[in-house]
């Protein structure tokens, strides 16, 4: 049974992403770290205590669909009331409209406690969540007044509407329609499919954010708006009303996150008989300008969905440690006990589970980091918030694509160490694994998250932002270097020479992306990502050690240094070396 790491996120979040510093400096009015770390406490005994014990039965018993209608599994009812009334929802939410607007950082690390937990829980709050970021820095005071109380609280549910079956990742496709009534509403027809929590039994309305075009649109995404349309419409005093013209039409069947409601949603089809048909909706921000509006809620969910993969690897490295001391099998030199050994004893099964621990500690690091980017953006003004925007947007497709990465990585690994039993469901590992595949996927593809990294956000701040990153990075290494500590072995060198591939594949990105070879800068982009991630989150673990001089964070530091790090070599050669080949092979490819 998953058991939340509080104390390893509390000084993750204090000490390798810049919490304290930032606590230390009034960033964040009277919040001290005794708040901080009663927050994190009841978050850890709530995702252990409460929302564990339903993983299994959410996975088992899924989200059913009968007459338009979802039920969610026996007990997920009641574990969300006990969620809102806990005020988890809000806990970064604005403060005018009812949340606590506490740090960025302590809602992710919130979030990754409920994923690791039950990931199938986990993504439904994360795209409330979303919607109030959207609402609250596009919507007019009337739809803010009307929804934003009632989705902080958690009383309502929100949603993201972008996909359609010819219109995935190019919404220029997206053929869902608006008309204006004229009375300052709009009538919404068309078909969105893979929407998460689109329909379920957990609130008493759901409040859809839908792209759609109007009659009058420019073609592709300049043409896109955004509505806002509920479930029920709103009475006169806030309460929901009669029933839109909204329905669900289907749930799909996957591969995991079973209990997390994966709808077609259908609008303007005629499902609320008394009425003209076309489900009512309200524009959000101006007309054609939706995908603005929808990229907040879509930046949000990216960070989110990274912390989904670090939630499944903490859990999955969980599962994986208890069961290799509990398994014996075999002899070990390092075992003195008598019988056979516990696995655990074996170096086969150390390397995996040192290499699931890293990876899931890096991951965390990046995303916390990403996060508190966002907090001192919030919190600043004119050139600091800039330069720490900046550092969040840089951060974003790193976080969601690294970590996402990680989560079904740690989480195969963890399959491997339970051996024959990790195939089998019983164990739980392989759901695990079943759950992280998603994450890579949705909420934007990791190819795209790393074509974003290089064409977007390596050109901010006049592409020198990414050099100051980093150059915080490499004051790191200097850092180990300056301990000259035999205990660190050659995690200076091994991040110095990381340090150094990253930037030598950021200077050939930007060159080809100068130069106009878009296709030769695409063409390393994955790889490119990944580099950056391995080197940055090498940092982020001397960071740590260097925190706290514990032989085990040091020792985790060195490992990953001296057996990951050398990846990064292999991911140059890639990069600055890669396309011609790769675009050699991939004629083969074209069947037309």
């Given at each position: 049974m998953y058991r939340a790491p509080v104390e390893e996120i509390g000084f993750a979040l204090k000490h390798v992403a810049g919490l304290k510093a930032a606590l230390d400096a009034g960033r964040f009015g009277d919040l001290g770290e005794d708040l901080v770390d009663a927050i994190l406490s009841e978050a850890g005994r709530f995702a252990t205590e409460e929302v564990a014990p339903l993983y299994e039965i959410g996975d088992k018993v899924g989200a059913r669909l009968k007459d338009a209608a979802v039920t969610m599994p026996p007990g997920w009812k009641e574990l969300y009331r006990h969620w809102t009334e806990g005020g988890w929802n809000g806990l970064s939410a604005p403060e005018d409209f009812g949340g606590q607007g506490l740090p960025i950082m302590l809602g992710v690390a919130a979030l990754e406690m409920w994923n690791s937990a039950s990931m199938a829980f986990g993504i439904g709050p994360t795209l409330t969540m979303g919607a109030i970021e959207a609402l609250e820095k596009h919507a007019s005071e009337e739809l803010k007044a009307t929804y934003l109380e009632k989705l902080v609280s958690g009383e309502w549910t929100g949603t993201m509407n972008l996909t359609e079956p010819q219109a995935g990742s190019d919404l220029a496709a997206l053929r869902s329609r608006a008309e204006r009534v004229g009375d300052g509403t709009y009538r919404i027809f068309g078909q969105k499919i893979f929407i998460t929590y689109g329909e379920h039994d957990l609130t008493d309305n759901i409040v859809h954010l839908v792209l759609a075009r109007l009659p009058d649109a420019p073609a592709g995404t300049r043409g896109i708006s955004l509505f806002l349309v509920p479930k029920l419409l709103p009475n006169a005093d806030g309460t929901p009303g009669s029933r839109n013209d909204v329905f669900c039409s289907g749930i799909e069947e996957k591969l995991g996150i079973h209990a997390s409601p994966?709808?077609?949603?259908?609008?303007?089809?005629?499902?609320?008989?008394?009425?003209?048909?076309?489900?009512?909706?309200?524009?959000?921000?101006?007309?054609?300008?939706?995908?603005?509006?929808?990229?907040?809620?879509?930046?949000?969910?990216?960070?989110?969905?990274g912390m989904q993969g670090v939630a499944v690897a903490e859990a999955a490295f969980q599962k994986a440690l208890a069961y290799a001391n509990d398994r014996r099998q075999g002899k070990a030199s390092s075992y003195s006990g008598e019988g056979m050994a516990p696995i655990v004893h074996h170096p086969d099964v150390q390397r995996n589970l040192l290499t699931m621990k890293a990876l899931t500690q890096t991951a965390r690091a990046i995303a916390y980091a990403c996060a508190h980017a966002l907090d001192l953006a919030r919190a600043s003004e004119g050139d600091a918030k800039a330069y720490w925007q900046d550092r969040a947007n840089l951060l974003t497709p790193v976080a969601k694509a690294f970590a996402t990465d990680v989560g079904v990585d740690v989480a195969s690994l963890g399959v491997q160490v339970h051996g024959g039993m990790g195939f089998i469901e019983e164990t739980g590992a392989a759901r695990l694994l079943r759950d992280a595949r998603i994450a890579p996927i949705y909420e934007g593809t990791n190819g795209i998250q790393a074509i974003d990294l290089v064409t977007r956000k390596l050109p901010l701040g006049n592409g020198d932002h990414v050099f100051d990153y980093i150059g915080e990075l490499d004051a790191v290494a200097n850092a180990v270097a300056a301990l000259n500590s035999e205990d660190y072995g050659r995690t200076a060198v091994c991040l110095e020479?990381?340090?150094?591939?990253?930037?030598?594949?950021?200077?050939?990105?930007?060159?080809?992306?100068?130069?106009?070879?878009?296709?030769?800068?695409?063409?390393?982009?994955?790889?490119?990502?990944?580099?950056?991630?391995?080197?940055?989150?090498?940092?982020?673990?001397?960071?740590?050690?260097?925190?706290?001089?514990?032989?085990?964070?040091?020792?985790?530091?060195?490992?990953?240094?001296?057996?990951?790090?050398?990846?990064?070599?292999?991911?140059?050669?890639?990069?600055?070396?890669?396309?011609?080949?790769?675009?050699?092979?991939?004629?083969?490819?074209?069947?037309?």
């Open positions: 994966t709808c077609t949603m259908i609008y303007g089809d005629g499902f609320a008989k008394d009425r003209t048909p076309g489900a009512i909706g309200w524009l959000i921000g101006e007309e054609n300008k939706g995908l603005a509006c929808m990229f907040t809620m879509m930046n949000n969910a990216r960070l989110s969905v020479q990381a340090l150094d591939d990253l930037q030598q594949t950021t200077r050939f990105l930007r060159r080809q992306l100068e130069d106009g070879r878009t296709d030769d800068a695409l063409a390393g982009a994955t790889p490119y990502l990944r580099l950056f991630a391995l080197a940055a989150g090498g940092a982020y673990l001397a960071r740590a050690a260097l925190a706290e001089g514990e032989a085990a964070r040091i020792a985790l530091c060195r490992f990953f240094a001296e057996n990951m790090l050398g990846e990064t070599a292999a991911l140059r050669d890639r990069v600055t070396m890669g396309a011609a080949s790769l675009s050699d092979a991939a004629k083969a490819l074209f069947a037309v």
